[in-house]
DNA sequence: CGTCGAATTGACTATTATCAAACTAAGTGG
DNA sequence: CCACTTAGTTTGATAATAGTCAATTCGACG
C-alpha cells in the first residue's frame, strides 16, 4: 500500500532534485528555486497499482510524479472508465477537482513508483515571497489543459491507426525529455489501458501495432517498442 | 470585426455585473469582490463569426464571456480542426497555451458576442492584495480540466447516442445556471459543430435527434430543443 | 420567388467492435 | 524442475456502428 514519507524540515528539496529541470520548478529563476525548497515536505511511496487518490477524496495536495508512472481514470454511473492520462516523472496529478475541494477521479500507480505531496496550503504560504510559483502553477495547468484538448482532438477527428501513432510519437516526445531514448522505450500500460486511453478496443491496438510493425515503421515485442521511421508515424498521426 | 471598448477607471465592474454570481468572482467574499473591481479594464464586441484569439498570437489575458458564445478549436497540420469546447455566459476562454505564452487553438464567436479582457499581468498585480483571486483562477482552470476530461470520457468510451444525449444535458445544466430553461432552449452551433465537438458527422447527429424526437425524448425543430424526458436522456447518456 | 446554407433522410460502405481461439511469458505449487 | 495456471497478447471470422455519398426538404433572406 501507499506509504508516506516525512522529509526532514529545512532540508533542501526541489533545488538539489535531478527532475527539477522537467518538473514544477522548471524555468525558475535560481533565486526562486531555494525559495520553492519547502514545497515539498512529504513524499509518497506506491505499489503498482495502489491508488494515489480516489474519486470523492478531499483534495488537499497535487502530486508531481518522481519515479514511476501514474493512471488517472474516471468512472461514471454505470460502471464504465475511462482512462484520462498517463504520467510518467516530472508531470503533475491531480489538477482537477480544485473547484469543488475534491477529487473526481482516481489516480492509481502503473508500477512502483514515488510522487512528490505539493500541499495546496504551503503552494499559497510559499507564493507570497516566491511569485513565480504562482506562474509555475497555471503554467501546469494550462500545460494539462492543453494536452487534453490535444487528445480530444485525436479522439474526436483522428481514425485508428493516427491515434495509435499519434500515441507513439508522444510517448517518445516526453520520455526524450526525460533524457531516454525517443526511439526505444518500454510501454508501461497494457494494450487494454492504451485501448481505453484511445478510445479503441484491445484488439484494434494489438493489431495496428502488428501492422506498424509488418509495414516497418516499428519493432515490437510485448511492451518493448523501437520507433523506425518517424517520418511516418508523423505523416499517419496527422502531424505530417 | 472585433471592436475594443475601455471601461471608464475606477468604475467598478465585476462588482455590479449580474454574471457576477456565476462568472470568475462566482464565490468570492464581499470584501475581495471590490477589489478585483478593477480587474476588467477592457472588453470586446464580436460579431458572430468573429475571431477572439487565434493559433500562434502570444497570450496576454483570458476572456471570459459576458453575452453571447464563443467556441474553440485546435487545427493540425493536415487541415482537421477539432472543436474542443463551447463557452456560454460567465464561462473562460483562452485558458490553454500558458506553457509557451502563446495560444494554441482559435476562438471564434458563435454569435454576436462581448467578452470580459483579463489581462495576466492584471491577475498579478490585484491578487497582491486580494489573494483569493489566485484560487479562482486555480478553480476555474481546474474546472476546465475536469471538463475536458469528461469530454474526454465521452468520446473515448460513450456511443453515439450517448454522446449526444450527454450533450444535451450537458447544454441543460449550463443554461439552468444561467437562469434559462432547462428544458427549453436554443443551441447555438449547427449540426456539423455539434459533430465534430462529439466526433461524430453531422447526419449521425441529425438522425440521432430525429431518433429522440420518433421516441419521445425530445421535441425538435431545427435548433429548437425541447427536452422531454430527462430520465430517459441520463440512462441514455450512462449517468443514470 | 429564387437562392443558399443547413438539416433531414435513404442506400450503401468502411471501420472498428465483438466473440472466439490459440499462443506467450511469467509465475506457482506439487 | 516441470506441469499448470493466469494474465496479457495476437489473430481470425463475423457483426454492428457510424461514415460516406446523394437526393430532397426546409427556412431565411434578399
New binding site residues.
Partial sequence: MAKRIRMKPDSPQCSTCMMAQVCLPAGLPEREMTQIDQLVKERVRLKKGDSLYQQGESLEALYSVRLGSVKTQLTDLSGQSQITGFYLPGEVVGLDGMLEGQHNSNALAMEDSEVCVIRLDDIDEISRYAPSLQHQIRRIMSKEISRSHHVLMALGSL???ARVAAFLLNLSQRLAILGYSSTDFVMR?????I?NYL?????????L??RFAREGLIH????EVKLLDLDALKQLSGQA
Avoid: A, D, P
Wanted: charged fraction near 35%; glycine fraction near 8%; charge should be neutral.
Fill in positions: 481514425r485508428s491507426e500500460m497494457s494494450r487494454e489501458e485501448g478510445g479503441l478496443t484491445l484488439e484494434t491496438v494489438s493489431r501495432f502488428s515490437i515485442n510485448q511492451r
